[in-house]
């Protein structure tokens, strides 16, 4: 493929047609309707015997001027990628997705690039048009209108419509994803977000997301772990299958289990398996359900959102609330730091988020625009959170991140220290099934302390930190089980005095009874006496 002079050609072909047509304007307007009518079909014809190339522009703003064309963003990406080879005028632009450079012909350079589909040839231009005027302008738009210009031959249209266009803009997005740097979203309290963006208000902050966890580094059981990267494959690549059952293009994850434990570790791992980017939704910081809607609606595709510690993040309404009013009454007073801490989030929460709102963000009718989308909850409490927003269908997979077992702890002396088996192993595998401990405290002994640490030093440290725990486990498990003997001593105590209360408490009232049956009885016995008396006064009256 080389440069071709056709721009030039087609120039000079352009103000001959150019004549030609102020020619024929002039005969219409001279010459009677009878006459010009019949000369018109001929006209055309030899029209399109001189020209038989179509032009389609792809402007660089559509709609309102304000908006980006992502068909334009898409041309450039795949002309830099085709043909920009051919080019003798280049302009290098930054891309803002991936930081990449990207190098486009020049506007207005009067330089053409050509292009081969299935044998037929086509023209590529990049043009600007300047403002005529010297005008004050807010937006891109009136500064200049830069855009594409494709040429082909008229006899091909059906297949460059059909075809070559559709495979220019595939072909442009494949290379802008490719290439792209993916991102970290967050929304943030008080905040609008990042700022405006041509001319929108932006409700997510965005960085690059660099993290560089992966299933390979992720310490959990292997088969686990296989289905959980073969269940996400298989999503990614199931657009028709979610179309042909009528489910929207999205899936659920929960994933519970002790801090430290590989929870957020795992979303990243996620991110990057899928090269998603990552919404991280704070949920406290949403005003409302609409508020909630409209970061939905905000958000791409390809993309995993994720809302941590669910439990703490929203006010599960209804019988929850209620419940644990309750309870919260009955503990009142006992643990003086958690009610401070309970005084401050209910002066912190202005969110009005119910559970109906996030469950409308999970899966109602909005839930289902722009598709591929991962939703992700992370909390320590699975126990505690609503039935109704984990079910299947919402949180199709439940996840349980769990404490270290001797695979995990395989995978994190392998990244961490390079040993794949150790004489020292059979010792921690043992100590491991005994032990608690998490992963990330694992992780934390595995990494040497100072530069150039002896690698048996470090798996040492680890075997100590475990026997320790452990040794800690079992003190605490005795403390746990004195407590709770003392605490049934105290029990059992108090449910003997409400015996000994009961049973004084029926003496005194069986005393009672006969002390009111006695009185009962000397009052009868009185008011017979009375009878007699009354009785006796009569008789002597009478
Ligand atoms: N399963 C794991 N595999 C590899 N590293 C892990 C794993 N679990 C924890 N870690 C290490 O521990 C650190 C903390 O883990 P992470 O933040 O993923 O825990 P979490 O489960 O999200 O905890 P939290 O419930 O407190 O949010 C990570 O930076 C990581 O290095
Ligand atoms: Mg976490």
Sequence with gaps: MAVTPMAEWLTQLGSVIGGLVVAYTMFQNYFPRE?????????????????????VTFPEFE???????????????????????????????????????????????????????????????????????????????????????????????????????KHVLDQGKAITIKERRRKLFTNSKGSDGGGYYYGRRKLWSEVVFDHPATFQTLAMDPVKKEEIIDDLINFSESKDYYRSVGKAWKRGYLLYGPPGTGKSTMIAAMANLLEYDVYDLELTAVKDNTELRKLLIDTSGKSIIVIEDIDCSLELTGQREKKEKEEDKKEEGKDPVKEKMKKMMEEKKTS?????????????????????????????????????????????????????????????????????????????????????????????????????????????????????????????????????????????AAAEEEEKEKEKKKKAAEEENKKEENGDAEKANSSTNGVVKENGVAENCA
Excluded at 35 to 45: A, D, G, N, S
Excluded at 429 to 446: I, Q
Aim: hydrophobic share 35%; proline share 3%; charged share 30%.
């Design 35 to 55: 006459i010009t009518r019949p000369l018109q079909r001929y006209f055309k014809k030899l029209i399109n015997l001189f020209y038989p190339y179509i032009h």
């Design 63 to 165: 709609g309102d001027g304000f908006q980006r064309s992502l068909a334009y963003a898409a041309i450039k990406r795949y002309l830099n990628a085709h043909s920009s080879s051919q080019a003798k005028h280049l302009q290098a632009t930054v891309s803002r997705d991936t930081e990449a450079v990207v190098l486009t012909m020049a506007s207005n350079s009067s330089e053409e690039v050509t292009d081969d589909f299935r044998g037929v040839k086509l023209w590529w231009a990049s043009r600007e048009t300047l403002p005529a005027s010297q005008t004050i302008s807010w937006g891109p738009r009136e500064a200049e209108k830069r855009f594409f210009s494709l040429t082909f031959h008229r006899k091909h249209r059906q297949i460059i419509c059909d075809e070559y266009i």
């Design 352 to 492: 009005e988020v119910t559970l109906s709102g996030l469950l409308n963000f999970i899966d109602g009718l909005w839930s289902a625009c722009g598709g591929e989308r991962i939703i992700v909850f992370t909390t320590n409490y699975v126990e505690k959170l609503d039935p109704a927003l984990i079910r299947r269908g919402r949180m199709d997979q439940h996840i349980e991140l769990s404490y270290c077992g001797f695979e995990a702890f395989k995978v994190l002396a392998k990244n961490y220290l390079q040993f794949e088996e150790h004489e020292l192993f059979g010792r921690i595998r043992r100590l491991l099934e005994e032990t608690k401990m998490t992963p990330a405290d694992v992780a934390e002994n595995l990494m040497p302390k100072l530069r150039g640490e002896d690698k048996e030093r470090c798996l040492m440290r680890l075997v100590r930190a475990i026997e320790e725990a452990k040794v800690k486990a079992e003190e605490e498990e005795e403390k746990l089980k004195a407590e709770e003997e003392e605490e049934e001593k105290k029990k059992k």
